[in-house]
């Protein structure tokens, strides 16, 4: 028999189409699934339908997957992250040797990833946590990999996952060596709360075209399908477009009958949380995931509008006024929200030593994942022309762009609040952007509250950095007792 090229232990969508990729590229892949469906084993489910007639090797258990492998062996883990992937390492190292690896394509937390390579490592074997992203799709036609781990696998397993990737016009797979440890699976996370806040700022216009535009399902569909033929095409922007004009049976929109309650998987949770751990102001995505927590509200939701009235007054303007309004007001926060992701991305790799290359980041998002986007175009361009560019809105093409459409940002921002319709991402990227630009903030009363409270201390603008003071604020005049060092 001949051994396969890779093992895939996980058949549930995203693992089975990944494994008809690999196959469709040449490779012998030999599958494994821990759980049954039913009587019938979903391995022989899966030879019996898709898998049949194709170059796929069945086994029922890993200790048969392992032996069915070329040496040094690879082994992808398609399977939810947590628990169960410590439960098949546990079971699956014993069965392996030194030289092989293990990757890992869930969404793990990046600090289970760092420790299990750690774990692999010692006992001579590789470990890769590799992100991936496009969905069921992407899985099948060529999504977007970000492999990181141990370094020494890249080598062994780089023809394998570029050649599952999507690729750009030009050729260049959508797949390259993020960096050691948990970094593939940290870039992976970000990319996701970059989506959490995409989605939800195309939520808000949508609403805004809805309720203030007073716009039918077709003509917002209409609106999203011209900004899809400019700087806002995205896979985002396009399927929403096909999501407002799909129809039931009896002609009434799809979209009307959608339960507006937000579903997730928690990757836009650890983004924010990351944020907080690395001190980094991630204000759009946070709300993009607070928003979701809001709508998982209904019934408290329908009693406050029980309550308290609607104040939308809609219908002011002519629809391509606000539609172009809008466009400009969506490009403007999409800018703030990779701006945010790509500022935590940078401090995450000083952090851990990663040397992340943002460029790169950028270009191997614009094929196969769900953020593609012709947006990444200039956003790769920016980090090539200043690598360590400190912040997006720092680039000489986006301070140019934002000075075009701050005014219309203003205008939708300002015309959502007064009436009442909740723009939770599109207003904090309003807000950080102004926050940012602010040179003297309203910190200063922070740090004298904190100090006539606390003792916490506080610097002076008149003394270097670094060098702390407090003040006995309850004697006249506030008199200065002294300097704090430590």
């Given at each position: 028999m001949n051994l396969s090229d890779i093992g895939l232990v996980g058949l549930a969508v995203m693992g089975e189409n990944l494994a008809l990729n690999f196959e469709s590229r040449g490779f012998q892949v030999s599958v494994y699934n821990r759980l049954h469906s039913g009587k019938e084993s979903v391995v022989t489910r899966f030879m019996r339908g898709r898998g049949k007639g194709k170059n796929f090797v069945a086994a029922y258990s890993l200790a048969e997957l392992v032996t069915s492998l070329k040496r040094p062996r690879k082994v992808m883990l398609m399977i939810r992250a947590g628990q169960p992937v410590d439960d098949v390492l546990r079971e699956l190292l014993p069965c392996l040797e030194p030289g092989d690896v293990i990757i890992d394509g869930g969404n793990s937390d990046f600090r289970d990833t760092g420790r299990r390579m750690k774990e692999v490592e010692e006992r001579g074997m590789f470990y890769v946590g590799a992100g991936i992203s496009g969905g069921e799709t992407g899985a099948l036609t060529g999504p977007s990999v970000m492999p990181g781990g141990s370094v020494a696998a890249w080598p062994l397993v780089k023809h394998l996952l570029q050649a599952i990737a999507a690729r750009l016009d030009d050729g260049t797979p959508c797949c390259e060596w993020i960096g050691p440890g948990g970094a593939g699976h940290y870039v992976k996370m970000v990319h996701n709360g970059i989506e959490y806040g995409d989605m939800q700022l195309i939520a808000e216009a949508y609403l805004l075209l809805k309720d203030y535009g007073q716009l039918k399902n077709d003509q917002i569909a209409g609106i999203f399908e011209v900004w899809n033929r400019g700087e806002l095409n995205s896979y985002l922007t396009g399927i929403t477009s096909e999501i407002c004009r799909m129809r039931e049976v009896d002609g009434s929109f799809l979209l009307d009958?959608?339960?507006?309650?937000?579903?997730?998987?928690?990757?836009?949770?650890?983004?924010?949380?990351?944020?907080?751990?690395?001190?980094d102001p991630l204000t759009l995505i946070v709300e993009a995931v607070l928003a979701r927590f809001l709508s998982a509200l209904p019934d408290e939701r329908k009693k406050a509008a029980g309550y308290y009235r609607s104040e939308v007054r809609g219908g002011l303007g002519k629809q391509e006024e606000l539609a172009e309004w809008l466009g400009h007001a969506l490009y403007a926060s999409k800018l703030v929200s990779y701006a945010q992701g790509?500022?935590?991305?940078?401090?995450?790799?000083?952090?851990?030593?990663?040397?992340?290359?943002?460029?790169?980041?950028?270009?191997?998002?614009?094929?196969?994942c769900i953020i593609r986007s012709v947006f990444l175009e200039q956003i790769t361009r920016a980090y090539e022309n200043v690598p360590e560019l400190e912040n997006l809105l720092f680039d000489d093409f986006f301070r140019g762009r934002m000075a075009e459409v701050l005014g219309a940002w203003r205008k939708v921002t300002a015309m959502a609040?007064?009436?009442?319709?909740?723009?939770?991402?599109?207003?904090?990227?309003?807000?950080?952007?102004?926050?940012?630009?602010?040179?003297?903030?309203?910190?200063?009363?922070?740090?004298?509250?904190?100090?006539?409270?606390?003792?916490?201390?506080?610097?002076?603008?008149?003394?270097?950095?670094?060098?702390?003071?407090?003040?006995?604020?309850?004697?006249?005049?506030?008199?200065?007792?002294?300097?704090?060092?430590?």
């Open positions: 009958h959608i339960l507006d309650v937000a579903g997730q998987k928690g990757t836009g949770k650890l983004t924010a949380v990351a944020a907080l751990e690395e001190g790509f500022s935590l991305l940078r401090r995450a790799s000083v952090h851990y030593g990663w040397g992340l290359d943002y460029g790169m980041l950028a270009k191997i998002w614009r094929k196969g609040l007064v009436n009442g319709i909740p723009v939770p991402c599109m207003a904090s990227a309003l807000t950080y952007f102004d926050g940012l630009r602010t040179s003297r903030s309203s910190a200063n009363l922070i740090q004298a509250q904190r100090d006539y409270f606390g003792a916490h201390t506080y610097e002076r603008t008149d003394a270097s950095r670094g060098v702390f003071f407090h003040t006995d604020w309850n004697e006249t005049g506030g008199g200065i007792s002294g300097t704090y060092n430590e």
